[in-house]
């Protein structure tokens, strides 16, 4: 069996972009759901067996200590690294530490939350023989704000380049890009070539630096759960999206409801507020789904947005709409994702930067997906119910069980008649139905 890595908490910066929630805590200490941010990630390692930390300290490092001590009250042992006034960067803070790390060990930001396997990413690092893996993920869209990375086949990386300008992104534009999750896995080796007492960053300074000469750095893939709340805006939108959620490293369950036909009468082009009516039973079914455990997400199509039919405030006013009709009756839903876009061109008023090919509009599983990417989701226990059989397909596709509601007319689209052939795992005549089913199988 491979050794557990020791895990080195960068916990030292300033975190004035979080200010002023962190004017008298540092980051790594921010409550989240009662609890200190770090002190969730660290529960997370214990119970797979990480069970050796580091902290590299300064501002406010007094706080993190007297939290948490040498560990032993929460199950594991905590050394610390006091930086100097001047903080030396990431890099700089582990080379404090070199004379106590002797093997593999694994660098992770305070302000970090994920659910990353991290058995399954030492093993990548040892399989590759790898001196520094990097967990990324693939660049979604052109982000001049963070890095790119370019990798061959083998995912050893090529070029990354801290805080890219618009030129080199040029550069790169026919290749697949990544950007960096801030989270490693470092051979002991490396940290000697990491310079004394000047500021050096990982990114920006040492990674580049062992490209270039040469050492092995290699490129982790993965879907698993990350999210960095280093900016208020961040935290905020984390803590509204997991309020309740005690736990918030393990994976929620959820149901995920088209809406025409679903939750409201389908009516064609539906765009305005009083031409709204919930379906008989539809709030008694979502409110089981909340008793019940699960997250409610609406993932709906809205081409009428991109045909220019109505605006997304429009159908902002519906949404408002739909929860007070559900509130009354004391259900809720915890998010809606729509898809605004539609592919073919031709409509008199239409949007033109919205009329696309997207990756979000039903039947691909793109709203599926990113719900669950920000919603932390388990794939396997959550479920979608639909009336048509492209909400059936972006199920199957995002790798949920689903259901098809007879009740819908199918829209009788060419599309639909094209999907006739996609089964759903159950079929039932409302939504009422499908929840009672649901309940009983749980
Ligand atoms: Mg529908």
């Given at each position: 069996m491979i050794k557990k890595p020791k895990v080195v908490i960068i916990a030292g910066g300033l975190a004035t972009r979080m200010s002023p929630i962190t004017d008298n805590i540092?980051?790594?200490?921010?409550?989240v759901n009662g609890a200190p941010l770090i002190q969730h990630q660290i529960e997370f390692f214990r119970e797979r067996g990480y069970k050796e930390f580091v902290f590299c300290v300064a501002h406010l490092a007094n706080k993190v200590k007297e939290y948490f001590g040498d560990g032993s009250q929460f199950g594991v042992s905590i050394e610390y690294s006091l930086e100097p006034n001047e903080l030396l960067g990431s890099a700089g803070a582990v080379k404090l530490i070199e004379n106590i790390i002797d093997s593999t060990f694994i660098v992770f930001y305070g302000d970090n939350l994920t659910n990353l396997n991290f058995d399954k990413f030492l093993k990548f690092h040892k399989e590759k023989n790898s001196q520094f893996t990097i967990f990324l993920k693939k660049r979604s869209e052109k982000n001049h704000s963070s890095s790119l990375i370019t990798m061959n086949d083998e995912n050893k990386i090529i070029s990354f380049i801290e805080k890219p300008s618009v030129e080199e992104f040029d550069k790169h534009k026919h290749e697949i890009q990544y950007i960096n999750n801030g989270i490693y896995l470092i051979e002991p080796e490396l940290i000697r070539e990491i310079p004394e007492n000047i500021k050096y960053?990982?990114?920006?300074?040492a990674i580049p630096t062992l490209l270039q000469k040469d050492h092995k750095i290699y490129g982790y893939l993965s879907d698993d759960f990350y999210v960095e709340l280093g900016r208020v805006e961040k935290y905020e939108t984390f803590l509204a999206r997991f309020?309740?959620?005690?736990?918030?490293?393990e994976r929620a369950k959820a149901i995920f409801l088209d809406r025409d036909g679903v939750i409201n009468e389908g009516i064609k082009n539906l765009s305005k507020p009083e031409q709204f009516r919930l379906i008989p039973r539809v709030a008694e079914a979502i409110r089981k789904f909340n008793d019940g455990g699960y997250l409610v997400i609406v993932v709906t199509n809205q081409p009428i947005i991109a045909k220019g039919f109505c605006t997304g405030e429009d159908i902002e006013k519906i949404h408002h709409k739909m929860k007070k009709s559900l509130a009354e009756k004391g259900a809720h839903v915890d998010a809606i994702y729509l898809c605004p876009h539609h592919p073919e061109k031709g409509f008199e008023g239409e949007i033109a930067h919205i009329k696309i090919n997207c990756e979000c509009r039903k039947p691909k599983p793109g709203l599926i997906l990113n719900a669950v990417k920000d919603y932390n989701l388990d794939l396997f226990k959550s479920w979608m119910i639909g009336d048509s059989f492209s909400d059936v397909q972006a199920g199957k596709e995002a790798g949920v069980m689903t259901i098809l509601l007879t009740s819908g007319d199918g829209s009788g689209s060419k599309q639909e008649k094209e999907l006739q052939n996609v089964s759903p795992n159950y079929k039932f005549k409302s939504l009422i139905e499908a929840a009672e089913f649901i309940m009983l199988k749980r």
């Open positions: 540092p980051k790594c200490l921010i409550d960053d990982f990114g920006k300074d309020k309740c959620r005690k736990n918030v490293l």
